[in-house]
């Protein structure tokens, strides 16, 4: 399976994204799906996750800013991201994973700077 991040870029505080993270090779339906973004020193954190059934849990930083969907017909999860915030600059790195499986993309930067 690999993963493969498009949509990030440079965007004004307030504005906003839209990530997309398409899986090739098979992913199960009820694998959970997600987004974690990494600043530079800092650890890599939780964004948001879907799982299989559709429930979403969302970082305490990101609730009522960030959306997360997924089209699994299409094997793809999205993250709209509105209201961003210079704090929300990071480099995001799309995540699937059916236990004990578990992959990773590459990651996309996205820098909110005016």
């Known amino acids: 399976v690999q993963l493969v991040e498009s949509g990030g870029g440079l965007v004004q505080p307030g504005g906003s994204l839209r990530l997309s993270c398409a899986a090739s090779?098979?992913?199960?339906?009820?694998?959970?799906m997600g987004w974690y973004r990494q600043a530079p020193g800092k650890q890599r954190e939780l964004v948001a996750v879907?799982?299989?059934?559709?429930?979403?849990n969302y970082a305490d930083s990101v609730t009522g800013r960030f959306t997360i969907s997924r089209d699994s017909a299409k094997n793809t999860v999205y993250l709209q991201m509105n209201s961003l915030k210079s704090e929300d600059t990071a480099v995001y790195y799309c995540?699937?994973?059916?236990?004990?499986?578990?992959?990773w993309g590459r990651g996309t930067q996205v820098t909110v700077s005016s």
């Open positions: 995540n699937v994973r059916l236990v004990p499986l578990n992959y």
């Open positions: 090779g098979s992913i199960f339906s009820s694998a959970t």
């Open positions: 879907i799982g299989g059934n559709g429930i979403t």
